[in-house]
């Protein structure tokens, strides 16, 4: 019997587990008749390799390949994968060898990994039309408003007061966690106060191209997929550039694209960059992004992130000292979701724990993003492991003293990286890389600096590798 190092529950392996239970789980031998596997265990695997995948392929390639990709059966020796038959596909031809390291990472041992269609692909559920509460907190009213993003936020006010008649399409683009999505529920809001019979409709694009996919390869009508899309009065997007690159999926939004606007009907799009940055998508689709009005949305200043603090301890009836709302602000610069997190967890240790509002508590709230003592963020690591991975250099050869252009390049981007999401001084970068003279850093900050702004090619990298490491 060959036991796997895996540890489950209470911290044991996962075979020894088996056995307490009064299974037996013989890993990487054949199993008895009898043998069976605990599933709610072998999910908790499962949800480890995925996790394991994520790290191993960018955001877009798992979005678009493994997110709906499921676990059928596990009998010990063979796991069984599935999922539509188009993705099983290109999921065997490309992506087979990594999924099966990755199960091998997380359990131990080799598997034999099946990757099947369905014999009947379950109907994906559509994606909704917003259904917006009295009680919503994404509106207008609760959206706190800087120099960051203040003309984002005028686009989307405008679009909601007279949709179809103003700026249509509306583009925003701007990093996650910025307030993307928070801006199109303001505008369903405000649509819905005004017209409440409006036919508002939201999807995400990966869900647009995955009911089409499902239209297409199931042979269904789609006429009913056109006149769902092309009949609403609102359609809003959200993370539009993972159509770019995607043929079929271009083509019936470059149509679904133009009925609407010839009805006057509403767009809303959103992206993580802007059109010109889109290198695969359609010239025709990028003129039409392009045609309405195109509005960013930048990381928010000290004072904004300040007043989003404070508006999310009020909403949840925190008396936020003014010391404590600027040490969070302080502390997290490019992320508003991980601004309110940080107070929702001051919020937990409050009710859990009778803690009172304060800079200890803040500490505690903001733990996970931020080692304790040492400003130092936890994410350098992540940092460092990412564009080693990137580049396919090793870790050490970027924290080392080597001056090979293909080992000096990566220490400079990962130089500029750390000082964009970090509050580290040039000083404390040059420590993380063994350097006694700052000077480096500077250099590096400088030269990577001047090549984001001329090449889009190392523009695009760096936006993935900070992608990649942010925390959600």
Request: some cysteine.
């Amino acid at each position: 019997m060959v036991y796997s190092r895996v540890y489950g529950k209470n911290n044991k392996p996962y075979n020894e587990y088996y056995l307490n239970c009064g299974y037996v789980a013989q890993f990487g031998a054949k199993a008895e008749k009898d043998t069976r596997i605990e599933m709610d265990l072998v999910y908790e695997l499962w949800e480890g390799v995925k996790a394991e995948i994520k790290r191993n392929t960018s955001e877009t390639i798992y979005a678009v390949w493994f997110e709906n990709l499921k676990l059928d059966t596990f009998d010990g020796e063979t796991v069984v994968l599935t999922d539509d038959p188009f993705r099983c596909k290109i999921l065997n031809e490309k992506f087979y060898d990594l999924i099966g390291e990755c199960f091998e990472k997380i359990m131990g041992f080799k598997v034999k990994v099946c990757i099947q269609g369905e014999a009947e692909i379950t109907k994906k559920p559509e994606p909704k039309e917003i259904k917006l509460g009295e009680s919503n907190e994404y509106n207008f009213e609760n959206f706190i408003v800087g120099d960051s993003n203040k003309f984002a936020h005028a686009a989307a006010l405008a679009v909601a007061t007279d949709p179809g008649h103003t700026y249509n399409p509306l583009f925003i683009h701007g990093n996650s966690g910025l307030g993307k999505t928070h801006l199109l529920n303001a505008i369903c809001v405000e649509i819905r106060k005004n017209n409440p019979n409006a036919h508002i409709i939201y999807v995400r694009s990966e869900d647009f191209m995955n009911e089409l996919i499902d239209y297409l390869q199931n042979k269904r009508d789609t006429s009913v997929f056109h006149n769902k899309y092309r009949n609403a009065d609102i359609l809003l997007v959200d993370d539009v550039q993972f159509i770019a690159g995607k043929t079929s999926t271009e083509l019936e939004f470059f149509h679904t694209f133009d009925t609407l606007v010839k009805a006057k009907s509403q767009i809303v799009l959103t992206s993580d960059r802007p059109p010109k940055e889109m290198a695969t998508l359609e010239e025709r689709l990028r003129n039409r992004f392009e045609s309405g009005l195109i509005a960013d949305i930048q990381p928010p200043d000290v004072e904004t992130r300040i007043a989003i603090v404070k508006s999310k301890a009020k909403s949840l009836n925190i008396e936020l000292p003014d010391t404590v709302a600027l040490f969070i602000a302080e502390k997290i610069k490019s992320n508003i979701r991980q601004l309110e997190g940080a107070v929702k967890n001051m919020q937990a240790q409050i009710m859990l724990h009778g803690s009172e509002p304060n800079m200890a508590t803040a500490q505690i709230a903001i733990r996970d993003i931020f080692s304790e003592g040492d400003p130092t963020p936890v994410l350098i690591d992540k940092i460092i492991d990412e564009v080693a991975r990137t580049y396919g250099v090793q870790v050490s050869d970027i924290k080392s003293k080597k001056h090979d252009a293909k080992f000096t390049y990566p220490r400079h981007v990962a130089m500029y990286i750390i000082k964009e999401m970090t509050p580290l001084t040039n000083k404390k970068v040059a420590e993380v890389f063994g350097l006694t003279d700052h000077s480096s850093v500077m250099y590096a900050v400088k030269k990577i600096t001047n090549d984001r702004n001329n090449n889009y090619s190392i523009k695009t990298i760096i936006a993935d590798i900070m992608k990649n490491v942010k925390p959600m």
